[in-house]
């Protein structure tokens, strides 16, 4: 059973470490590390440790920073802002054609979907942005998590019933 409060839905499925591990292309270590520093923690799910596809968003783009050479301290300013903005954005992202993008230069920190918007962020910066789209990884999760059901159907015995 998932901690009370927690509630996947067909929206924002769980997944498991290794799933994580290997969307996000981050070893288990380090997401054991992350969750040892309070940075992205799993939630219990039985025995099970397990992300929601907003934990796992945020993951990526964080293994993204963190790829370009941003400090865990940078990225954590980021992180939290990200994590609050994620889930109420998901949906928009998930049903819309237009980008959100992920802008930081490690002290400010800003989420966008309006690409006039991000240029003159760009434009008005005084050192470098770097941007992460949000966008990208989400549709990254949905054809991992495509895939996973794919080969998981094709591992099902032919005389077994689908229930779902």
């Known amino acids: 059973m998932l901690k009370p409060g927690l509630d996947p839905t067909p929206a924002s499925p769980v997944f498991g470490s290794r799933e994580v591990s290997q969307v996000a292309q981050v070893s288990l270590r380090q997401l054991q590390w992350w969750d040892e520093r309070n940075f992205v923690s799993p939630h219990q799910g039985g025995r099970r440790r397990v992300y929601l596809a907003e934990d796992v968003i945020v993951i990526m783009v964080s293994a993204e920073l963190r790829r370009r050479g941003f400090s865990l301290q940078k990225i954590r300013r980021g992180v939290r802002f990200l994590q609050r903005e994620i889930a109420r954005r998901l949906p928009v992202v998930l049903s819309s054609p237009?980008?959100?993008?992920?802008?930081?230069?490690?002290?400010?920190?800003y989420l966008e979907d309006q690409p006039g918007r991000v240029i003159e962020l760009l434009k008005k910066a005084r050192?470098?942005?770097?941007?992460?789209?949000?966008?990208d990884h989400v549709k990254r999760l949905a054809e991992f998590q495509k895939a996973q059901r794919s080969r998981k159907g094709a591992r099902r015995p032919e005389n077994q019933l689908t229930l779902f």
């Open 98 to 109: 237009s980008d959100l993008l992920f802008l930081t230069d490690g002290k400010s920190v």
């Open 127 to 135: 050192q470098p942005m770097f941007l992460v789209s949000v966008s």
